[in-house]
Structures are given as structure tokens and as C-alpha cells.
């Protein structure tokens, strides 16, 4: 059987990831897997459990701990912890401010590009995130980078009723010790500042069709007889 396939798309902060990958996925038949949700959802444990965030040891216990499971509904993976799935509690201010410091634990990262690397199962996936092409599948060629102005990321957000400081996230996730975001290696970067969801999107899927057709050409040439 064939290895499935994963889309990386990493970025910044509001740089329309989730858009884009939801798109990506919808167009290719993909499952689509959000993973800033599943260190969203370890955030609201830590936080309903009246575990501190900020102590690193406290946050690994948690997470070898909790009761979770892999579950594909609707061509999308969740987390689900003690078999409840906190789809709204996670998008609260809270959590917001709290998950910087789990993402930033060790222990945590390991353990999430683990689960993250399970999803596989499910099928062909388009992942979003900041360490997927870098760190979770850093040997998929489908790598893509978004980002987008800092004024215009704010709008964005400002859109969605919600004020964040982006640039006090990004530092956060770009300078801790583990998996930082970071461009990586061979990912084709845009720069969506100016672009629709529908342009972005159809850059990503132009380019991606245009790789899974130099594949198949490779694979029909070395399924040829050879001439003589
Ligand atoms: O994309 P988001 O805002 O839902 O992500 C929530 C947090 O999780 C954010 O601080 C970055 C972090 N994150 C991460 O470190 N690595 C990922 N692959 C996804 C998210």
C-alpha cells in the first residue's frame, strides 16, 4: 500500500493557516488535523485541573497522565481527553495565554509529535502547525510557510472579536528552546498579506497537484520494461 501523503503548513500567527489548510484538505479529500488545538486542549487540562502552567515538571506529569484519544470525525482529527472533546473551551483568552507555556515543555513537544505522527492512520492529511515541516514530518516534500504582515495579522484577529498580542506570540514561538517556528527546509513560503483565502489557497493546491503529477510520472517511468 501506498505511505500516505502529509501537507505541512506551518507560520505565524494568523497568517491563515486554518483557513487554508481547512481548504487545502476540502479540495484533496484530505483529513485535516489542527495541532495548536491539541496543545490547546493540554493548556484547558492544566488550567481545569488547577495545574500551573508555568511549572515544566507539573505540565510533564499531566501529560503522561491524561486519559486522551485519536478520533476522525468529519475529515478531522481530535484530541479527545477522557473521551470529551473541548471544541469551544479551548478558544478562550485563557487558554490563549496559557498555552505558550506547554507548548514551550519538552516532554510535551515529544509527546504531541508522537500523537501527531499517529494521525497517519487516519489517511492522506493536511496538518497545520509550527513545527510540522520542520519537526513532525520533516521528510514530507510538501512543505508550505504562511505568513502575513503584523497590521494585517492584527486585523485579522481584530475580525474574529479577539485583540492578541501577535508579536509577543511569535516571539514566544519562535525563540523557545525546542522545535521554534521556523521556516522550514525546502517549504515554499507566502506571503498572503495581499491575497484572498482563495488565492492562497489555490497557490498551495496549484503546487501540490504539480507534485503529485511529477510523482506519478516518476512512478509510470520506473514501472516501464526497459527498451533496448
Ligand atoms: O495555532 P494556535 O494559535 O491554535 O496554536 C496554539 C499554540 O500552540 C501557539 O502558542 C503555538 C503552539 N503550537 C506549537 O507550538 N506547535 C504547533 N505545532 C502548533 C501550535
Not at 501506498?2 to 484533496?28: C, F, H, M, Y
Not at 486585523?155 to 485583540?163: D, F
Not at 516571539?171 to 522550514?184: E, G, N, T
Amino acid at each position: 500500500m501506498e505511505k500516505p501523503i502529509v501537507i505541512a503548513i506551518d507560520g505565524t500567527s494568523a497568517s491563515g493557516k486554518s483557513t487554508n489548510a481547512k481548504r487545502v484538505a476540502q479540495a484533496l479529500g484530505y483529513i485535516y488535523v489542527d495541532t495548536g488545538a491539541m496543545y490547546r486542549t493540554l493548556a484547558w487540562y492544566c488550567l481545569t485541573h488547577g495545574i500551573n502552567v508555568q511549572d515544566a515538571k507539573a505540565v510533564t506529569r499531566a501529560c503522561r497522565r491524561w486519559k486522551t484519544e485519536l478520533r476522525c470525525v468529519d475529515g478531522q482529527v481530535r484530541l479527545l481527553v477522557d473521551g470529551y472533546y473541548p471544541e469551544r473551551e479551548i478558544r478562550t483568552a485563557e487558554v490563549s495565554m496559557a498555552v505558550p507555556h506547554v507548548a514551550a515543555v519538552p516532554a510535551v513537544r515529544r509527546w504531541m509529535r508522537r500523537k501527531q505522527r499517529e494521525c497517519i492512520r487516519f489517511g492522506n492529511l493536511v496538518m497545520e502547525g509550527r513545527d510540522i515541516g520542520t519537526n513532525v514530518f520533516p521528510e514530507t516534500e510538501f512543505k508550505y510557510y504562511l505568513d502575513a504582515n503584523l497590521e494585517e495579522r492584527h486585523r485579522r484577529r481584530a475580525a474574529e472579536g479577539v485583540q492578541e498580542n501577535l508579536a509577543a506570540r511569535d516571539q514566544q514561538d519562535s525563540q523557545r528552546a525546542v522545535a521554534p517556528l521556523m521556516i522550514p527546509l525546502g517549504a515554499r513560503v507566502i506571503n498572503n498579506s495581499q491575497l484572498s483565502p482563495e488565492q492562497t489557497s489555490a497557490i498551495i493546491l496549484e503546487d501540490i497537484r504539480k507534485r503529485l503529477a511529477a510523482r506519478a510520472t516518476q512512478t509510470s517511468d520506473a514501472c516501464q520494461p526497459p527498451t533496448e
